[in-house]
């Protein structure tokens, strides 16, 4: 349940059980590099450079695609977080700020998807500011059922039928902490306010 409210599927979780915050989760999978790579070539050139900035710069879906050119800064290379498409259950997407303020982010965008994020630029945003960085021909931001179901496709072509968007999150927080990252700055480029029931913060010292 809480995956599903950091994906925006639902609102908030109805497990409310006191208590049931301090038991482990299950553990999530977690996608290879070379996986990612197989699966991000498997798309459509469009939807190419969302997901390797969901795994790569630990975004959640709606922050991917709450993303604006004013957001993105190719010479520092990094990324401002300052809204996300959430979907309430039974409703339309709506564009609304990060839910704390360690959802403000501004995080680095890594050297090696940087020609990915460059080119998807040029190819596929307009010129103005607020132009959508994913968006259709229509100008308008790809939705986030579209997102999903564009993953889901990639996915399944490189058999890791489980990986949801989530994972791919959870998946470049793990690589982060594998390099010796410390717990403050997974926090930090997760955008967690805390690391208490945080499945997305997989260091060794979390156990």
Not at 14 to 20: I, L, Q
Not at 48 to 54: D, I, K, P, T
Not at 73 to 95: N, S
Not at 116 to 125: C, G, I, K, Q, T
């Given at each position: 349940?809480?995956?599903?409210?950091?994906?925006?599927?639902?609102?908030?979780?109805?497990?409310?059980?006191?208590?049931?915050?301090?038991?482990?989760?299950?553990?999530?999978?977690?996608?290879?590099?070379?996986?990612?790579?197989?699966?991000?070539?498997?798309?459509?050139?469009?939807?190419?450079?969302?997901?390797?900035?969901?795994?790569?710069?630990?975004?959640?879906?709606?922050?991917?695609?709450g993303l604006q050119r004013r957001h993105v800064?190719?010479?520092?290379?990094?990324?401002?977080?300052?809204?996300?498409?959430?979907?309430?259950?039974?409703?339309?997407?709506?564009?609304?700020?990060?839910?704390?303020?360690?959802?403000?982010?501004?995080?680095?965008?890594?050297?090696?998807?940087?020609?990915?994020?460059?080119?998807?630029?040029?190819?596929?945003?307009?010129?103005?500011?607020?132009?959508?960085?994913?968006?259709?021909?229509?100008?308008?931001?790809?939705?986030?059922?579209?997102?999903?179901?564009?993953?889901?496709?990639?996915?399944?072509q490189v058999g890791r039928r489980e990986l949801?968007?989530?994972?791919?999150?959870?998946?470049?927080?793990?690589?982060?902490?594998?390099?010796?990252?410390?717990?403050?700055?997974?926090?930090?480029?997760?955008?967690?306010?805390?690391?208490?029931?945080?499945?997305?913060?997989?260091?060794?010292?979390?156990?």
């Amino acid at each position: 349940m809480n995956t599903a409210v950091d994906d925006k599927r639902i609102g908030r979780s109805p497990c409310t059980v006191k208590g049931a915050e301090g038991t482990d989760s299950a553990t999530r999978p977690i996608a290879t590099i070379a996986e990612l790579q197989a699966a991000v070539d498997a798309l459509l050139p469009r939807y190419r450079a969302g997901f390797a900035l969901a795994a790569w710069c630990q975004l959640r879906r709606g922050e991917v695609l709450g993303l604006q050119r004013r957001h993105v800064d190719m010479d520092a290379l990094t990324i401002k977080v300052e809204q996300e498409w959430v979907v309430p259950p039974g409703k339309r997407p709506v564009l609304k700020a990060p839910k704390t303020a360690a959802g403000y982010r501004t995080t680095d965008v890594p050297a090696n998807i940087a020609p990915v994020l460059e080119a998807h630029l040029s190819s596929f945003v307009g010129p103005g500011p607020t132009a959508w960085v994913f968006g259709i021909a229509t100008g308008k931001p790809v939705g986030p059922r579209n997102f999903f179901r564009q993953w889901e496709k990639a996915r399944n072509q490189v058999g890791r039928r489980e990986l949801t968007i989530h994972d791919l999150r959870h998946s470049g927080l793990t690589w982060s902490a594998a390099t010796g990252a410390p717990l403050a700055e997974l926090m930090r480029r997760g955008g967690h306010k805390d690391s208490r029931g945080r499945r997305a913060l997989p260091t060794g010292d979390q156990g």
